[in-house]
Protein backbone atom coordinates (compact mmCIF):
# COMPACT_ATOMS: atom_id res chain seq x y z
CA UNK A 1 0.00 0.00 0.00
CA UNK A 2 1.22 3.35 -0.74
CA UNK A 3 1.99 5.47 2.02
CA UNK A 4 -0.45 8.59 2.87
CA UNK A 5 0.87 11.95 3.41
CA UNK A 6 -0.81 14.61 5.58
CA UNK A 7 -0.43 18.14 5.02
CA UNK A 8 -0.49 21.55 6.63
CA UNK A 9 -1.53 24.38 4.39
CA UNK A 10 -0.56 27.64 5.85
CA UNK A 11 -2.55 30.52 3.99
CA UNK A 12 -0.45 33.74 4.15
CA UNK A 13 -1.77 36.96 3.88
CA UNK A 14 -0.16 40.05 4.24
CA UNK A 15 3.14 38.05 6.07
CA UNK A 16 0.76 36.25 8.62
CA UNK A 17 -1.29 33.00 8.46
CA UNK A 18 -4.84 33.34 8.28
CA UNK A 19 -7.89 30.80 8.23
CA UNK A 20 -11.46 31.04 7.17
CA UNK A 21 -14.97 29.59 5.69
CA UNK A 22 -14.97 29.13 2.32
CA UNK A 23 -12.17 31.49 1.77
CA UNK A 24 -14.07 34.40 3.83
CA UNK A 25 -14.14 35.70 8.18
CA UNK A 26 -10.54 35.22 7.80
CA UNK A 27 -8.91 35.19 11.40
CA UNK A 28 -4.69 35.21 12.21
CA UNK A 29 -3.22 31.79 13.09
CA UNK A 30 0.75 33.17 13.40
CA UNK A 31 3.62 33.44 12.12
CA UNK A 32 4.33 30.92 9.07
CA UNK A 33 7.79 30.14 9.62
CA UNK A 34 7.41 29.29 13.56
CA UNK A 35 4.08 27.33 12.62
CA UNK A 36 5.86 25.42 9.81
CA UNK A 37 8.64 24.64 12.08
CA UNK A 38 6.44 22.89 14.45
CA UNK A 39 4.64 21.67 12.17
CA UNK A 40 8.24 19.88 10.97
CA UNK A 41 8.93 18.50 14.23
CA UNK A 42 5.49 17.04 14.54
CA UNK A 43 6.27 14.79 11.79
CA UNK A 44 4.47 16.26 8.82
CA UNK A 45 4.91 14.60 5.53
CA UNK A 46 4.79 18.09 3.62
CA UNK A 47 3.79 21.57 3.99
CA UNK A 48 1.95 23.78 1.30
CA UNK A 49 2.35 27.64 1.53
CA UNK A 50 -0.07 29.30 0.19
CA UNK A 51 0.14 33.56 -0.78
CA UNK A 52 -4.42 33.51 -1.05
CA UNK A 53 -4.33 37.68 -1.78
CA UNK A 54 -1.17 37.42 -4.54
CA UNK A 55 -3.34 37.18 -7.60
CA UNK A 56 -6.11 39.33 -6.58
CA UNK A 57 -4.03 42.35 -5.51
CA UNK A 58 -1.42 41.48 -8.40
CA UNK A 59 1.37 40.92 -6.33
CA UNK A 60 4.25 38.39 -6.45
CA UNK A 61 4.70 35.25 -4.30
CA UNK A 62 6.46 35.84 -0.80
CA UNK A 63 10.11 34.63 -1.46
CA UNK A 64 11.23 35.80 1.73
CA UNK A 65 9.10 33.50 3.85
CA UNK A 66 10.30 30.84 1.43
CA UNK A 67 13.97 31.65 2.41
CA UNK A 68 13.45 31.78 6.31
CA UNK A 69 11.31 28.52 5.63
CA UNK A 70 13.90 26.57 3.84
CA UNK A 71 16.20 27.62 6.65
CA UNK A 72 13.68 26.08 8.82
CA UNK A 73 12.05 22.70 7.31
CA UNK A 74 13.69 19.10 6.83
CA UNK A 75 10.31 18.43 5.08
CA UNK A 76 9.28 18.98 1.52
CA UNK A 77 7.17 22.08 0.94
CA UNK A 78 5.30 23.82 -1.81
CA UNK A 79 4.51 27.55 -2.57
CA UNK A 80 1.75 29.02 -4.14
CA UNK A 81 -0.48 32.25 -5.03
CA UNK A 82 0.62 34.59 -7.59
CA UNK A 83 2.89 32.64 -9.81
CA UNK A 84 2.64 33.57 -13.60
CA UNK A 85 6.18 32.87 -15.37
CA UNK A 86 8.77 30.27 -14.97
CA UNK A 87 10.28 32.86 -13.85
CA UNK A 88 9.28 33.60 -10.72
CA UNK A 89 8.63 29.80 -10.22
CA UNK A 90 12.91 29.62 -10.58
CA UNK A 91 12.90 32.06 -7.87
CA UNK A 92 10.96 30.36 -5.77
CA UNK A 93 12.49 26.66 -6.33
CA UNK A 94 16.15 28.56 -6.08
CA UNK A 95 14.85 30.53 -2.69
CA UNK A 96 13.91 27.18 -1.31
CA UNK A 97 10.81 25.31 -2.40
CA UNK A 98 10.70 22.09 -3.30
CA UNK A 99 7.47 22.48 -5.60
CA UNK A 100 5.12 25.31 -7.28
CA UNK A 101 1.18 25.55 -7.24
CA UNK A 102 -0.26 27.37 -9.75
CA UNK A 103 -3.70 27.84 -10.20
CA UNK A 104 -5.50 31.64 -11.26
CA UNK A 105 -2.29 32.05 -13.92
CA UNK A 106 -2.58 28.64 -15.42
CA UNK A 107 -6.48 28.16 -15.83
CA UNK A 108 -6.10 32.03 -17.75
CA UNK A 109 -2.88 30.82 -19.86
CA UNK A 110 -2.53 26.80 -19.71
CA UNK A 111 0.66 27.11 -21.32
CA UNK A 112 2.41 27.76 -18.21
CA UNK A 113 1.93 24.10 -16.75
CA UNK A 114 3.53 22.78 -19.99
CA UNK A 115 6.27 25.79 -19.70
CA UNK A 116 6.87 24.84 -16.44
CA UNK A 117 7.14 20.69 -16.44
CA UNK A 118 9.53 21.03 -19.09
CA UNK A 119 11.84 23.48 -17.31
CA UNK A 120 11.65 21.90 -14.02
CA UNK A 121 10.28 18.30 -14.65
CA UNK A 122 6.31 17.60 -13.72
CA UNK A 123 7.39 16.40 -10.29
CA UNK A 124 7.72 20.10 -9.47
CA UNK A 125 4.50 21.48 -10.88
CA UNK A 126 1.39 21.51 -8.35
CA UNK A 127 -2.07 22.85 -10.03
CA UNK A 128 -4.55 24.02 -7.80
CA UNK A 129 -7.80 23.47 -8.42
CA UNK A 130 -10.68 25.45 -6.32
CA UNK A 131 -14.14 23.71 -7.32
CA UNK A 132 -17.41 24.49 -6.48
CA UNK A 133 -20.73 22.38 -6.42
CA UNK A 134 -23.18 23.91 -9.07
CA UNK A 135 -27.06 22.70 -7.92
CA UNK A 136 -28.13 23.76 -11.48
CA UNK A 137 -25.91 21.65 -13.35
CA UNK A 138 -25.17 18.87 -10.72
CA UNK A 139 -21.55 19.55 -11.17
CA UNK A 140 -18.38 21.18 -10.10
CA UNK A 141 -16.95 24.31 -11.31
CA UNK A 142 -13.33 25.97 -11.28
CA UNK A 143 -12.97 29.43 -9.47
CA UNK A 144 -9.62 31.54 -9.74
CA UNK A 145 -8.73 34.68 -7.82
CA UNK A 146 -8.65 33.17 -4.43
CA UNK A 147 -12.33 31.70 -5.12
CA UNK A 148 -13.88 34.94 -6.30
CA UNK A 149 -14.18 34.18 -10.06
CA UNK A 150 -16.23 31.35 -10.86
CA UNK A 151 -15.06 29.69 -14.68
CA UNK A 152 -17.50 27.69 -17.20
CA UNK A 153 -14.67 25.09 -16.65
CA UNK A 154 -15.43 21.82 -14.80
CA UNK A 155 -12.99 20.88 -12.31
CA UNK A 156 -13.00 17.30 -13.68
CA UNK A 157 -12.18 18.36 -17.33
CA UNK A 158 -9.49 20.95 -16.05
CA UNK A 159 -7.70 18.27 -13.87
CA UNK A 160 -7.44 16.07 -16.70
CA UNK A 161 -5.98 19.00 -18.84
CA UNK A 162 -3.25 19.67 -16.45
CA UNK A 163 -2.33 16.39 -16.18
CA UNK A 164 -1.89 16.23 -20.13
CA UNK A 165 -0.24 19.72 -20.16
CA UNK A 166 2.39 18.03 -17.29
CA UNK A 167 1.11 19.03 -13.96
CA UNK A 168 2.80 16.07 -11.09
CA UNK A 169 0.07 16.67 -8.66
CA UNK A 170 -3.41 18.36 -8.51
CA UNK A 171 -4.38 19.81 -5.33
CA UNK A 172 -8.19 19.99 -4.98
CA UNK A 173 -9.61 22.19 -2.74
CA UNK A 174 -13.71 22.11 -1.52
CA UNK A 175 -14.74 26.03 -1.71
CA UNK A 176 -18.52 24.67 -0.29
CA UNK A 177 -15.99 22.41 2.51
CA UNK A 178 -13.44 24.97 3.32
CA UNK A 179 -13.31 25.69 6.78
CA UNK A 180 -16.70 23.92 7.60
CA UNK A 181 -14.97 20.85 9.50
CA UNK A 182 -18.12 18.61 7.76
CA UNK A 183 -15.87 16.33 5.99
CA UNK A 184 -13.64 16.15 2.62
CA UNK A 185 -15.96 15.97 -0.54
CA UNK A 186 -15.42 12.76 -0.68
CA UNK A 187 -17.77 12.81 -4.60
CA UNK A 188 -15.67 15.15 -5.69
CA UNK A 189 -12.26 13.52 -5.01
CA UNK A 190 -13.56 10.10 -6.17
CA UNK A 191 -14.66 11.81 -9.21
CA UNK A 192 -11.05 13.58 -9.89
CA UNK A 193 -8.65 11.15 -8.16
CA UNK A 194 -10.35 8.26 -10.52
CA UNK A 195 -9.83 9.98 -13.37
CA UNK A 196 -6.34 11.24 -13.65
CA UNK A 197 -2.99 9.00 -12.70
CA UNK A 198 -1.35 11.43 -10.57
CA UNK A 199 -1.45 12.05 -6.79
CA UNK A 200 -4.41 14.25 -5.71
CA UNK A 201 -3.92 16.34 -2.77
CA UNK A 202 -7.33 16.42 -0.63
CA UNK A 203 -8.59 19.70 0.97
CA UNK A 204 -11.29 21.67 2.88
CA UNK A 205 -13.58 19.73 5.36
CA UNK A 206 -11.22 18.55 7.96
CA UNK A 207 -12.78 18.49 11.21
CA UNK A 208 -11.81 15.71 12.69
CA UNK A 209 -9.08 12.32 12.33
CA UNK A 210 -12.12 10.18 10.99
CA UNK A 211 -12.43 12.45 7.98
CA UNK A 212 -8.73 11.64 6.92
CA UNK A 213 -9.72 7.93 7.37
CA UNK A 214 -12.82 8.41 4.97
CA UNK A 215 -10.85 10.41 2.31
CA UNK A 216 -8.50 7.71 2.09
CA UNK A 217 -10.32 4.50 2.51
CA UNK A 218 -13.08 5.87 0.21
CA UNK A 219 -11.52 7.93 -2.78
CA UNK A 220 -8.02 7.50 -3.90
CA UNK A 221 -6.60 10.52 -2.40
CA UNK A 222 -2.94 10.75 -1.78
CA UNK A 223 -2.80 13.23 0.50
CA UNK A 224 -5.29 14.99 3.27
CA UNK A 225 -4.61 18.63 3.64
CA UNK A 226 -6.00 20.54 6.68
CA UNK A 227 -5.65 24.15 8.41
CA UNK A 228 -7.60 25.09 10.98
CA UNK A 229 -7.86 21.92 12.85
CA UNK A 230 -3.98 21.65 12.89
CA UNK A 231 -3.28 26.00 13.35
CA UNK A 232 -5.67 25.71 16.23
CA UNK A 233 -4.57 22.77 17.82
CA UNK A 234 -7.94 21.04 17.61
CA UNK A 235 -5.84 17.49 16.52
CA UNK A 236 -2.41 17.17 16.50
CA UNK A 237 -0.69 15.25 13.22
CA UNK A 238 0.67 12.68 15.22
CA UNK A 239 -3.26 11.64 16.76
CA UNK A 240 -4.21 11.65 13.36
CA UNK A 241 -1.39 9.80 11.92
CA UNK A 242 -1.86 7.32 15.05
CA UNK A 243 -5.87 7.09 14.13
CA UNK A 244 -4.99 6.14 10.32
CA UNK A 245 -3.05 3.37 10.75
CA UNK A 246 -5.03 1.78 13.38
CA UNK A 247 -7.69 2.00 10.78
CA UNK A 248 -5.27 0.19 8.20
CA UNK A 249 -4.15 3.18 6.12
CA UNK A 250 -0.26 3.40 5.73
CA UNK A 251 1.29 6.29 6.80
CA UNK A 252 4.81 7.52 8.03
CA UNK A 253 4.95 7.46 11.63
Given at each position: M???R??P???????R????VS????RD?????????Q?????A???V???I???????K??????E??????????T?G???????E?T??L???A??V???????LR???????????????IV?A?D????????????Y?????K?????A??????A??R????I?????????H????????L?????????P????G??GE?????????????A?????S????Q???????????S???V?V??
Amino acid sequence: MVTKRIIPCLDVKDGRVVKGVSFVQLRDAGDPVELAAQYDREQADELVFLDISASVEGRKTMVHVVERAAAELTIPFTVGGGIGSVEEMTALLRAGADKVSVNTAAVLRPELIDEGARRFGSQCIVVAIDAKYDQESKDWYVYTHGGRKKTDIRALDWAKEAVERGAGEILLTSMDRDGHKNGFDLPLLDQVTTAVNVPVIASGGAGEAGHFVDVFLETKAAAALAASIFHFQEISIGEVKRVLSERGVEVRC
